[in-house]
């Protein structure tokens, strides 16, 4: 959750954030994009959890993250503010993977659809707690007030996995080669398709996830406290998402759920603008859209570990920088797209669903659940 707080703020206060630190709405959207082209080097990052075990790939996440949040506190400018985006980004993209493989180790098929929606649920609650919570401190001390908390979360979590993670210390036998397994993902049809589905999904997101609080406050004119009740609208929706994916994946089918979320996530697109035309509508769309997305997001995790078992580590860490890479094409084309009308981002939000349902297709034709 306070990974994924520092990773979500900047969303709903990206003209705070503008404003702040003296910089136009172009420059934050390359600043994104730049934090989501540093998860390209997740794979190698994976590294660290398959010779070292998972609980180290953990905990140097967390080192990463408490560094990148400290920047600020230390040297509030909009240099420093890009690196913590950038520092806090590989935190997520390193521990996300070790978590997710450490799951994927000890847990059943079967069953991992719900243990995965619950390690999710650190997704919903930072927008459910962490953001109205950033918001608050924001309208109280300005831009900068959220990172010296963050920066004492930060320190708090890493030493509170050290103690509580078990130790998982990998044999010198059974270490990985990288380059290997690398190419074991990359050259398997069924795994490449799955990485391709994440990328779509995640532009298919992004394209309205930067744009949603200037549209909001640019439409309804909302305040700093109001787009943080915003984003608790939109956690609470994304808590909804998870909650299906624990009660239903498992029993569904893995790839039969994400297929679902996608029509779904395109449905409620189409619907965001016409729902969007007052304020109770606009929070109504907001909801579903994001209770779609989550669900389809979070339906594709157990997929994915089950996809190549014997790379397991590396294969969740191609799919956290494919994910990256999706977001980092849609900040880059969210605010010119955005330029055209609300509308426009939603429509291109379709497209990309769109070319992730191609991509199941074609996982479904060489993976059997």
Same mark, same amino acid.
Request: aromatic content about 10%; hydrophobic content about 55%.
């Given at each position: 959750? +306070? +990974?994924?707080?520092?990773?979500?703020?900047?969303?709903?206060?990206?003209?705070?954030?503008?404003? %702040? !630190?003296?910089?136009?709405?172009?420059?934050?959207?390359?600043?994104?994009? =730049?934090?989501?082209?540093?998860?390209?080097?997740?794979?190698?990052?994976?590294?660290?959890?398959?010779?070292?075990?998972?609980? =180290?790939?953990?905990?140097? %996440?967390?080192? !990463?993250?408490?560094?990148?949040?400290?920047?600020?506190?230390?040297?509030?400018?909009?240099?420093?503010?890009?690196?913590?985006?950038?520092? =806090?980004?590989?935190?997520?993209?390193?521990?996300?993977?070790?978590?997710?493989?450490?799951? $994927?180790?000890?847990?059943?098929?079967?069953?991992?659809?719900?243990?995965?929606?619950?390690?999710?649920?650190?997704?919903?609650?930072?927008?459910?707690?962490?953001?109205?919570?950033?918001?608050? !401190?924001?309208?109280?001390?300005?831009? #900068?007030?959220? @990172?010296?908390?963050?920066?004492?979360?930060?320190?708090?979590?890493?030493?509170?996995?050290?103690?509580?993670?078990?130790?998982?210390?990998?044999? %010198?036998?059974?270490?990985?080669?990288?380059?290997?397994?690398?190419?074991?993902?990359?050259?398997?049809?069924?795994?490449?398709?799955?990485?391709?589905?994440?990328?779509?999904?995640?532009?298919?997101?992004?394209?309205?996830?930067?744009?949603?609080?200037?549209?909001?406050?640019?439409?309804?004119?909302?305040?700093?406290?109001?787009?943080?009740?915003?984003?608790?609208?939109? $956690?609470?929706?994304?808590?909804?998402?998870? =909650?299906?994916?624990?009660?239903?994946?498992?029993?569904?089918?893995?790839?039969?759920? +994400?297929?679902? $979320?996608?029509?779904?996530?395109?449905?409620?697109?189409?619907?965001?603008?016409?729902?969007?035309?007052?304020?109770?509508?606009? @929070?109504?769309?907001? *909801?579903?859209?994001?209770?779609? *997305?989550?669900?389809?997001?979070?339906?594709?995790?157990?997929?994915?570990?089950?996809?190549?078992?014997?790379?397991?580590?590396?294969? #969740?860490?191609?799919? +956290?920088?494919?994910?990256?890479? $999706?977001?980092?094409?849609?900040?880059?084309?969210?605010?010119?797209?955005?330029? !055209?009308?609300?509308?426009?981002?939603?429509?291109?939000?379709?497209?990309?669903?769109?070319?992730?349902?191609?991509?199941?297709?074609?996982?479904?034709? %060489?993976?059997?659940?």
């Amino acid at each position: 959750m +306070v +990974v994924n707080t520092s990773h979500r703020m900047v969303y709903p206060f990206l003209p705070v954030f503008s404003r %702040g !630190l003296g910089v136009d709405l172009p420059s934050l959207s390359l600043a994104l994009t =730049t934090r989501g082209l540093v998860g390209v080097f997740g794979p190698f990052l994976a590294s660290i959890a398959d010779s070292r075990g998972r609980k =180290t790939g953990m905990l140097f %996440g967390m080192v !990463l993250f408490s560094g990148g949040v400290s920047l600020v506190v230390l040297y509030p400018t909009f240099p420093a503010f890009v690196l913590a985006l950038i520092f =806090t980004t590989l935190s997520k993209y390193t521990f996300d993977p070790a978590m997710q493989a450490y799951l $994927g180790d000890r847990i059943a098929y079967r069953r991992r659809g719900l243990a995965m929606a619950i390690t999710e649920l650190g997704w919903s609650f930072s927008f459910i707690v962490g953001v109205p919570l950033v918001g608050y !401190l924001i309208a109280r001390g300005g831009w #900068m007030a959220p @990172f010296p908390l963050l920066s004492i979360l930060g320190l708090v979590s890493l030493l509170g996995l050290a103690w509580m993670l078990p130790r998982d210390q990998v044999t %010198g036998v059974n270490k990985p080669n990288l380059l290997l397994n690398l190419r074991s993902v990359f050259t398997y049809q069924p795994a490449v398709a799955g990485l391709l589905v994440g990328l779509f999904i995640s532009t298919a997101n992004e394209v309205v996830n930067l744009v949603f609080g200037v549209w909001m406050e640019s439409s309804f004119g909302l305040r700093i406290a109001a787009l943080g009740v915003a984003s608790a609208v939109i $956690g609470f929706s994304e808590l909804g998402g998870e =909650t299906m994916v624990g009660a239903l994946v498992d029993r569904l089918g893995k790839a039969r759920s +994400v297929g679902i $979320g996608l029509i779904l996530n395109c449905i409620a697109a189409l619907a965001l603008p016409v729902l969007g035309t007052n304020l109770p509508g606009a @929070f109504v769309g907001l *909801f579903i859209f994001y209770l779609t *997305f989550e669900f389809t997001l979070v339906s594709t995790l157990p997929l994915m570990t089950e996809i190549l078992p014997a790379s397991r580590a590396t294969l #969740m860490a191609a799919n +956290v920088a494919s994910h990256s890479l $999706g977001r980092a094409t849609g900040a880059l084309i969210a605010v010119p797209i955005f330029g !055209l009308g609300f509308y426009a981002s939603t429509l291109a939000a379709v497209l990309f669903n769109l070319l992730a349902l191609a991509a199941l297709a074609r996982l479904r034709r %060489g993976f059997v659940e």
